[in-house]
């Protein structure tokens, strides 16, 4: 340096409160180091952006219509790194102003959090801000800052620090307009200077940013920030070449929902709902697929507060312009602007869904294959869009085909003037549920009844409890009618009072009571609930929670019009305490038991089921 260089060289302090920063900075960050990067890459977009409007208006700038982008030189042998962008540049003053002082509230916030945690792990607060220039002082010894404004009249400038107390400003040889970051890094960061390591750090945080950013030779984020198009202007191409970078899926997705929001909040979303689920999803109840950015720059992965959980299968981004810049975790689990998103996606969302039902049903039934036990949680969880979402489940019934499914509508729409009431049944599968002794009372009658197999519809339809003022109701529930066909029943009301009292008797500690039954056609006999059906998986989970739980007993009813329970009356009044009786009745017990899924020890029963075969053979 010259003399005359030398006495244009400037000494400044940083102001108070930068240098307490900077030291926080410097000695508390030492996780997520690799950020500096991005908020580099961030400022220089931003500097690119800024130039783009100002282009708009004057021609008598600095470089006019250079191509904007940004350009990272590695140096491995002077262990150094340079960030360099065409953007508006900063002049003598701006240096100073921009680069050595807190100007933003949102910094001078992040310093008070800070101190307010003196005591506590920071790591995990600082980990996750934005941090702006100043976090490149975790990496490096000495920053010197070369910029040219696009302001004609101005002479290029550089700014250098060791980024503890002082700063200095010089005149610059840098010849084109922008700036140009140059990184003295620390011994220990030598890794960033290699090429391999920055290209992944850019994949990472600036895929979107809208500028090339070029290492080397190479031409680093080539994929455009899609949802910052307009609809009309995104090709179906586009859209799932971006869903598969950012999802890692194979397949195309089912559908997306595109949002260009501007008003009271600015933001874009593009969402999609894959095509086939994952077992994650059902796994992992807390990890959501929503990656939040703040105008093109990535800034959390994974989101959770931008969807409720029972969309948590959507993948996607959301960019918004109207988060604070420092953005931690902690900002956006209490964000209203995040809340308010929030909202309207889900809406959205339903809508989608909504429009699949009606207009493409055969898509929202694959939807509801994949996701649908997932999507169902909503039911019960928000309570805003509950209305929509039951119009939304999908059942098995035993007025359809196998492979057939309705709404609460449609099962309405088929409903006879005089049937009052919704009903269900649940079970293992839906065969046995079309085969359920349960379910005859109705088939005879012609009443449709809603055949569930998901343990959460069972666990449902007690939460939803009405569709359209009507009552949704198991179908062991229901208030029976006597039953109209009673000629064959020619027993002696006597005998019957006593036989029923018998078996009482047999299985005083299995049953809560014996009764003739009005709901059987063709089956001997069944058990119903006064207190209404559990299902055996929740009777499991019961158990697992209270090893001493015990279900409560059932009802057994008994059709005095079947031949077996014919013979058994006949056979108790020839001998009231016949041994072949009780092991009739217990066998029964244990049959009907095995019928609802809840059979414990299945050898008594099958010992006496071949004993009888043996006896029909002889
Ligand atoms: P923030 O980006 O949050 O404003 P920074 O500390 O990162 O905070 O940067 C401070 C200011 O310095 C920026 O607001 C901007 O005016 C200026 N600046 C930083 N980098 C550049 C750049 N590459 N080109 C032009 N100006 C810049």
Same mark, same amino acid.
């Given at each position: 340096?010259?003399?005359?260089?030398?006495?244009?060289?400037?000494?400044?302090?940083?102001?108070?409160?930068?240098?307490?920063?900077?030291?926080?900075?410097?000695?508390?960050?030492?996780?997520?180091?690799?950020?500096?990067?991005?908020?580099?890459?961030?400022? %220089?977009?931003?500097?690119?952006?800024?130039?783009?409007?100002?282009?708009?208006?004057?021609?008598?700038?600095?470089?006019?219509?250079?191509?904007?982008?940004?350009?990272?030189?590695?140096?491995?042998?002077?262990?150094?790194?340079?960030?360099?962008?065409?953007?508006?540049?900063?002049?003598?003053?701006?240096?100073?102003?921009?680069?050595?002082?807190?100007?933003?509230?949102?910094?001078?916030?992040?310093?008070?959090?800070?101190?307010?945690?003196?005591?506590?792990?920071?790591?995990?607060?600082?980990?996750?801000?934005?941090?702006?220039?100043?976090?490149?002082?975790?990496?490096?010894?000495?920053?010197?800052?070369?910029?040219?404004?696009?302001?004609?009249?101005?002479?290029?400038?550089?700014?250098?620090?060791?980024?503890?107390?002082?700063?200095?400003?010089?005149?610059?040889?840098?010849?084109?307009?922008?700036?140009?970051?140059?990184?003295?890094?620390?011994?220990?960061?030598?890794?960033?200077?290699?090429?391999?390591?920055?290209?992944?750090?850019?994949?990472?945080?600036?895929?979107?940013?809208?500028?090339?950013?070029?290492?080397?030779?190479?031409?680093?984020?080539?994929?455009?920030?899609?949802?910052?198009?307009?609809?009309?202007?995104?090709?179906?191409?586009?859209?799932?070449?971006?869903?598969?970078?950012?999802?890692?899926?194979?397949?195309?997705?089912?559908?997306?929902?595109?949002?260009?929001?501007?008003?009271?909040?600015?933001?874009?979303?593009?969402?999609?709902?894959?095509?086939?689920?994952?077992?994650?999803?059902?796994?992992? !109840?807390?990890?959501?697929?929503?990656?939040?950015?703040?105008?093109?720059?990535?800034?959390?992965?994974?989101?959770?507060?931008?969807?409720?959980?029972?969309?948590?299968?959507?993948?996607?981004?959301?960019?918004?312009?109207?988060?604070?810049?420092?953005?931690?975790?902690?900002?956006?689990?209490?964000?209203?602007?995040? %809340?308010?998103?929030?909202?309207?996606?889900?809406?959205?969302?339903?809508?989608?869904?909504?429009?699949?039902?009606?207009?493409?049903?055969?898509?929202?039934?694959?939807?509801?294959?994949?996701?649908?036990?997932?999507?169902?949680?909503?039911?019960?969880?928000?309570?805003?869009?509950?209305?929509?979402?039951?119009?939304?489940?999908?059942?098995?019934?035993?007025?359809?085909?196998?492979?057939?499914?309705?709404?609460? %509508?449609?099962?309405?729409?088929?409903?006879?003037?005089?049937?009052?009431?919704?009903?269900?049944?649940?079970?293992?599968?839906?065969?046995?549920?079309?085969?359920? !002794?349960?379910?005859?009372?109705?088939?005879?009658?012609?009443?449709?009844?809603?055949?569930?197999?998901?343990?959460?519809?069972?666990?449902?339809?007690?939460?939803?409890?009405?569709?359209?003022?009507?009552?949704?109701?198991?179908?062991?529930?229901?208030?029976?009618?006597?039953?109209?066909?009673? %000629?064959?029943?020619?027993?002696?009301?006597?005998?019957?009072?006593?036989?029923?009292?018998?078996?009482?008797?047999?299985?005083?500690?299995?049953?809560?009571?014996?009764?003739?039954?009005?709901?059987?056609?063709?089956?001997?006999?069944?058990?119903?609930?006064?207190?209404?059906?559990?299902?055996?998986?929740?009777?499991?989970?019961?158990?697992?929670?209270?090893?001493?739980?015990?279900?409560?007993?059932?009802?057994?009813?008994?059709?005095?019009?079947?031949?077996?329970?014919?013979?058994?009356?006949?056979?108790?009044?020839?001998?009231?305490?016949? !041994?072949?009786?009780?092991?009739?009745?217990?066998?029964?017990?244990?049959?009907?038991?095995?019928?609802?899924?809840?059979?414990?020890? !299945?050898?008594?029963?099958?010992?006496?089921?071949?004993?009888?075969?043996?006896?029909?053979?002889?």
């Amino acid at each position: 340096m010259s003399k005359k260089e030398q006495e244009d060289v400037k000494e400044y302090s940083f102001q108070a409160e930068m240098e307490q920063l900077m030291h926080l900075i410097v000695h508390s960050l030492y996780t997520h180091k690799e950020i500096f990067l991005r908020e580099l890459i961030s400022n %220089a977009s931003d500097a690119m952006q800024k130039l783009r409007f100002i282009e708009l208006t004057e021609k008598d700038i600095e470089g006019v219509g250079e191509e904007l982008k940004i350009n990272i030189k590695l140096d491995e042998k002077k262990n150094q790194i340079i960030v360099e962008d065409n953007g508006i540049g900063m002049t003598e003053e701006e240096l100073k102003q921009n680069l050595g002082t807190v100007a933003k509230s949102g910094t001078l916030n992040f310093l008070k959090e800070l101190k307010a945690k003196e005591n506590e792990s920071k790591t995990d607060l600082i980990g996750q801000f934005g941090v702006g220039f100043y976090s490149v002082f975790m990496v490096a010894n000495e920053v010197t800052v070369k910029s040219k404004s696009y302001q004609k009249n101005e002479k290029a400038m550089q700014w250098t620090s060791t980024g503890t107390g002082k700063y200095s400003i010089a005149p610059s040889d840098k010849n084109n307009r922008g700036t140009e970051i140059i990184i003295q890094l620390k011994k220990e960061e030598k890794e960033y200077t290699g090429e391999y390591t920055i290209k992944n750090i850019i994949q990472k945080y600036s895929s979107f940013v809208e500028f090339p950013i070029q290492v080397g030779e190479e031409h680093v984020n080539k994929s455009s920030a899609l949802w910052r198009k307009k609809t009309s202007e995104i090709k179906t191409e586009d859209l799932n070449e971006f869903y598969k970078f950012i999802s890692h899926d194979f397949n195309e997705p089912l559908g997306h929902i595109h949002l260009n929001a501007e008003g009271a909040l600015t933001y874009s979303a593009l969402l999609f709902i894959p095509e086939k689920t994952t077992i994650d999803v059902f796994q992992k !109840p807390d990890e959501f697929h929503v990656h939040l950015y703040l105008k093109k720059v990535f800034i959390q992965n994974d989101c959770k507060e931008l969807l409720p959980s029972y969309l948590r299968f959507l993948k996607g981004v959301v960019d918004s312009e109207d988060l604070p810049l420092n953005v931690s975790r902690e900002v956006t689990q209490h964000s209203a602007v995040l %809340a308010k998103i929030k909202k309207a996606l889900t809406s959205r969302v339903i809508k989608l869904l909504e429009g699949w039902a009606e207009k493409e049903p055969e898509k929202f039934l694959k939807f509801y294959k994949g996701f649908g036990n997932i999507f169902k949680e909503g039911v019960e969880s928000d309570y805003e869009n509950k209305d929509k979402l039951v119009n939304l489940l999908r059942f098995k019934s035993s007025s359809l085909k196998d492979d057939a499914w309705t709404s609460f %509508a449609d099962y309405l729409g088929r409903m006879k003037a005089e049937q009052k009431k919704i009903y269900y049944l649940g079970g293992r599968n839906l065969e046995s549920l079309r085969s359920s !002794p349960a379910l005859e009372y109705f088939s005879v009658r012609g009443i449709e009844v809603l055949l569930i197999t998901d343990l959460i519809d069972e666990y449902l339809m007690p939460v939803i409890a009405k569709y359209n003022e009507m009552e949704i109701i198991h179908v062991e529930k229901a208030e029976v009618e006597s039953s109209e066909n009673k %000629a064959e029943d020619t027993l002696d009301e006597n005998d019957k009072k006593n036989f029923i009292s018998r078996i009482k008797n047999i299985l005083a500690d299995k049953t809560e009571d014996i009764r003739e039954s009005n709901r059987l056609v063709n089956s001997p006999c069944i058990l119903v609930s006064s207190a209404g059906p559990m299902n055996p998986q929740m009777e499991q989970m019961m158990k697992m929670m209270n090893p001493d739980y015990k279900a409560p007993k059932k009802i057994m009813e008994l059709n005095f019009n079947h031949p077996l329970i014919r013979k058994l009356v006949e056979s108790h009044k020839k001998d009231a305490v016949s !041994p072949e009786l009780e092991k009739s009745v217990k066998t029964m017990f244990d049959a009907l038991t095995l019928l609802e899924d809840k059979l414990e020890n !299945p050898n008594q029963l099958v010992e006496n089921l071949f004993e009888y075969m043996n006896q029909s053979l002889a």
